[in-house]
């Protein structure tokens, strides 16, 4: 287990990171597919996969529409802040607007995991402070890294386990 410093980060080295990917607003299918496609171009990064794109039940109020996520792994040379304002570039160009905390958005790309780090920021923790419960999160990241221990030692198949799925399908595999 690390805790991540500044200067642990050697821009050399790829770091293996997996970003969730959620959308439930304006052609979500489309919205995640134009994500994938711009994480496969990320700078100083390596897209290595992604999971099929599932559809899931809003875990926010409900009165909102089902959202289709998936998982994607890169290699990344970014440090976590720059990877992290990457992704948020990105979620705004595909026309975020956060006016809800768990509410409806057009894109929604959080980091999972950067590695074996642990880091709590005020901007960004990881590893993400609610996947070991979220379906939505868990059976897409076992689905591209079934062998998966996390930085405090969990095994993702053991947390897959504890986790029901509520409903959680797959909506459309990625070709």
Known sequence: MSTLKKHDINKQDYTRCYIAIGSNLSDPVAQAKEAITTLEALTESRFISVSSLYASKPMGPQ????????????????????????????????????????????????IL???????????????????????????????????????????????????????LAIYQNIE
């Open 63 to 110: 009165e909102q529409p089902d959202y289709i996520n998936a998982v994607a792994c890169v290699d990344t040379r970014l440090a976590p802040i720059e990877l992290l304002d990457a992704l948020q570039q990105i979620e705004n160009e595909q026309g975020r607007v956060r006016k809800e905390h768990w509410g409806a958005r057009t894109l929604d790309l959080d």
């Open 113 to 167: 995991l950067y590695g074996d780090y642990i880091m709590s920021t005020p901007r960004l923790t990881v590893p993400h402070y609610g996947m070991k419960e979220r379906e939505f999160v868990l059976y897409p990241l076992a689905e591209i890294a079934p062998q998966l221990q996390l930085p405090c030692g969990q095994v993702l198949s053991d947390l897959l386990k504890a986790c029901p799925r509520n409903d």
